[in-house]
């Protein structure tokens, strides 16, 4: 057991008793958590069951009837102090998130940050939830939009983000007068408490518990029961194309809504003209970074032919000294894989590279030792090679050389999958054709910069099998709340619209 867990008041979920907000079960099966660093035993979950994933969205519903009435700048100052107290507990809950999920402490630490933008940005964001006004086409009428608060909001998360994702929906939903229910993903649980802890202890304070809820279960028990729920009229969801797949269509049968962010495939384009130092950095930061776990990580690299003898040996010797090990530990830049399922995933991946005919210039094999670590692996690809357009969740890069900017373009959309994608040039030419309406078709396209680390301020999202939702920053607040139309008349006519005559 770790100092910092027990800042973060966990020392009693290890104990296996409940807590003293009361918000886990002190019986039910239980749940080992164990580190990727090393193995180790971290921490006993009791999980909960139907009983409790009733008592949490039960509250949900109860405080959202009073919590949707207090005033959005009112709700912003509440996350205002939320923004502080995580502010407070970054280096203790960037280690947690380190230990837990094995990224390293600089990663983990940005993840927090990433959740405090997000409070920060939510507390503006609860003074500007506006709608538009139109003009009446019928006389002494006046045509406006208003914006109500939606409801419960169940939020599922996946492991590789397991603070900031769910800060980007329960800061939005709370600013809109939501209140929310977190399932998160049994590969960290530990995360997720003491996150929720922190945040509900200042909604506590106000006297507005419940207005965060948390229910760590199985998929199957309380992941079903949520996605069926009619109390619950936005589930948004991320993690994998195939779980999004179900829950997109449980969620429609029932006619709610869902937000879905899911698997990416993510590619760069180099041009011909590209800076190399520039893309190298990019490429390795992209490919490498949280071990190839996140939805953004590039997994595709598309080279203009005149220059891939320059390029490919330099990110071939970049990743053959990119330093790996214990994530904790200052100038590792690879931590492990999340645990033994996903090594064998990797290596699966990298039996099935070498059969259809890639050739694995560096890697395509497992760290000797305790822990779940790989290597990174850089393939040669060829255009055919079936597994590039699956996202495999592990630090694996298939290169690809190209001829001009349209094929390229094409090889990069080619794929089921839509999140992010980004060019490396100086040409205004190339960078306007990748960002046209015939360029990239990912939610996210960038210049000069890798397709992971957006910033919270934008829209984050992709299209295709990635699941069109939109999350965090712009307008992506219109997902948690709906939408009313409203006509006042204040003639004493009542004309009727589009000329209709009907009178009496
Ligand atoms: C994810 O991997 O699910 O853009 C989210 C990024 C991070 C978020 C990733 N800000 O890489």
């Not at 080279?303 to 330093?323: G, M, N, W």
């Amino acid at each position: 057991m770790y100092d910092f867990m027990s800042r973060l008041g966990l020392q009693a979920v290890n104990s296996g008793a409940a807590t003293t907000s009361g918000f886990l079960p002190t019986h039910g099966p239980e749940l080992d958590v164990h580190s990727p660093i090393d193995g180790a035993l971290l921490a006993k979950v009791k999980l909960a069951g139907l009983d409790e994933y009733e008592k949490v969205v039960g509250e949900a519903a109860r405080v959202f009837a009073d919590w949707r009435m207090v005033p959005a700048p009112k709700r912003g100052e509440i996350l205002r102090e939320v923004g502080d107290a995580l502010r407070a507990h970054k280096e203790d809950l960037g280690r947690l998130i380190s230990v837990e999920v094995g990224k390293i402490l600089s990663e983990g630490m940005g993840e927090v940050q990433e959740s405090v933008d997000m409070a920060d940005l939510c507390v503006g964001m609860s003074r500007q939830l506006s709608g538009l006004t139109m003009h009446s086409e019928r006389p002494g009428h006046r045509m406006y939009e208003q914006w109500h608060p939606l409801g419960v909001v169940g939020v599922i998360t996946a492991f590789n983000f397991p603070n900031a994702v769910w800060a980007w929906n329960a800061m939005v939903a709370a600013a809109a007068g939501d209140t929310v229910v977190w399932k998160p993903s049994l590969k960290a649980p530990l995360t997720a408490i003491a996150t929720h802890r922190i945040c509900d202890e200042v909604f506590q304070k106000y006297g507005w518990g419940g207005v965060f809820g948390l229910v760590i279960g199985e998929d199957k028990v309380v992941g079903e029961a949520m996605i069926r729920d009619r109390r619950v009229p936005l589930v948004s969801a991320t993690g994998s194309t195939h779980m999004g797949r179900h829950v997109g269509q449980v969620v429609a049968e029932r006619l709610g809504r869902s937000l879905l962010e899911l698997g990416g495939n993510n590619a760069i384009i180099i041009h011909e003209d590209a800076n190399l130092d520039l893309a190298l950095r990019a490429i390795v930061f992209a490919s490498c970074g949280t071990s190839g776990q996140r939805c953004t990580t590039n997994r595709r690299l598309f080279v203009h032919e005149s220059i891939a003898d320059k390029l490919v040996p330099r990110i071939q010797r970049a990743y053959e000294s990119i330093p790996i090990g214990n994530p904790l530990e200052a100038g590792t830049l690879m931590g492990p894989l999340i645990d033994e399922q996903a090594v064998q995933q990797y290596l699966h991946a990298c039996d099935q590279i070498r059969a259809q005919g890639g050739e694995i210039l560096t890697g395509g094999e497992r760290v000797e030792g305790p822990g779940f670590y790989v290597r990174p692996t850089l393939v040669r690809a060829r255009a055919d090679m079936e597994i590039c357009k699956e996202e495999t969740f592990a630090p694996i890069l298939y290169v690809f050389t190209y001829k001009d900017l349209s094929e390229a373009i094409r090889l990069q959309n080619d794929v089921p999958q839509g999140l992010s994608s980004a060019i490396f040039t100086d040409s205004f030419r190339a960078s306007e054709r990748f960002l046209s309406h015939a360029g990239s078709d990912c939610g996210i396209a960038n210049v000069n910069i890798g397709t992971s680390g957006a910033e919270i301020g934008g829209a984050f999202g992709g299209e295709k099998e990635t699941g069109g939702g939109r999350e965090a920053g712009s307008d992506s607040w219109k997902a948690y709340m709906r939408r009313q139309t409203c006509t006042m008349n204040w003639s004493d006519e009542l004309p009727l619209a589009q000329g209709v005559r009907f009178d009496l």
